[in-house]
């Protein structure tokens, strides 16, 4: 299997955080040297914007591009016209930069809405969209991603996320029931998942059919229950660590690669290790993580 990583491992997030991440540069340097082989696109503006200029970076690098993560307020049909405006600048720059490979990773946007950010990590029903909300969502979601595809021919994947809408087991069975099976896809993210209160072996057991794109993180159990019970924002949970090194926590990264092989999975791992700016090492981070992976594969 291929191994990637993505930005969000040295601190380059979809959020308005203190301190300064470092650049693209330094990033796809890094990653390089330490071994992956590919990487995803990391905040609008973070890598090149211009195709050509793009491509001779990750080419520079033997790196593949394999998605672009897109936040929406797809619960507002006011943001909808300008969510697809926002999701076809980044598959436009991917597909002429790197074909028809890479996904627009489609998320609804994190970190606006106060309660599911004081709630992350111990999500309850009330806290969730309503019904005429699911309506506004999923029309949203099949808008954005069926003019990427009629215009690019990329494919789109959900992206469940702690700190938005859809972060638990039971708003992933809805977000797949409601959706076009043959439009959108998951990009399963094993430690969000995890966070949120499933099962990461058992869900993809379950979503296989809908699983075109795979995050490998890991979530520190001990720190999850302390967020949990201190009530820790989500930031706060970051910034503990909740998110911590692969093999560290508590998904069974040995038992998810076997269900990979058996059901076939041609797609990539990529993998992640959210922090914040100027947390930790992150050089170091993804050298163990890749470390990790290959002495368990």
């Known amino acids: 299997m291929n ?7 040295w601190g380059v997030l979809e959020f308005e955080l203190d301190g300064e991440a470092p650049d693209y540069v330094q990033v796809l340097d890094e990653m390089s040297t330490i071994g992956y082989t590919g990487t ?18 990750l080419e520079k690098r033997q790196l593949k591009m394999l998605g672009g993560f897109v936040g929406i307020a797809l619960a507002d049909p006011e943001t909808h016209a300008a969510g697809e405006a926002k999701a076809l600048d980044h598959a436009r720059l991917m597909a002429d930069a ?3 490979t890479p996904f627009i990773v489609l998320s609804d946007e994190n970190g606006i809405v106060e309660e599911r950010i004081r709630h ?6 009330e806290h969730g969209l309503t019904s ?8 949203g979601v099949h808008r954005i991603a069926g003019a990427v595809k009629d215009e690019t021919g990329l494919r789109t994947v959900l992206h469940p996320h702690c700190a938005g809408y859809i972060e638990t087991p039971e708003e992933i069975d809805i977000l797949i029931e409601r959706t076009d099976p043959n439009l959108l896809g998951l990009c399963f993210d094993t430690g969000h998942y995890r966070f949120g209160g499933g099962e990461p072996l058992e869900a993809f057991t ?21 967020s949990r019970e201190g009530g820790w924002d989500y930031f706060e949970s970051v910034g503990k660590g909740v998110f911590c090194e692969l093999g560290k926590g508590e998904v069974d990264f040995p038992a998810f690669i076997a ?9 990539w791992i990529v993998v992640e290790q959210d922090v914040l700016p ?8 993804a050298e163990r993580n890749l470390q990790y992976l290959k002495s368990v594969m």
């Open 40 to 57: 995803e696109l990391g905040d609008w503006g973070f890598m090149p914007t211009d195709p050509e200029h793009l491509r001779a970076e």
């Open 259 to 267: 269900e990979l092989r058996k059901r076939n999975y041609d797609g």
């Open 206 to 226: 379950r979503y296989t059919d809908r699983i075109w794109h795979v995050h490998f993180k890991d979530c520190h159990p001990d720190i999850a229950n302390r």
């Open 3 to 9: 191994i990637a990583n993505a930005p969000c491992s």
């Open 98 to 100: 790197a074909g028809e």
């Open 278 to 285: 100027g947390m930790g090492s992150p050089y170091e981070s």
């Open 132 to 139: 005429e909300q699911w309506d506004t969502f999923v029309d």
């Open 120 to 125: 992350a990590g111990r999500i309850r029903p």
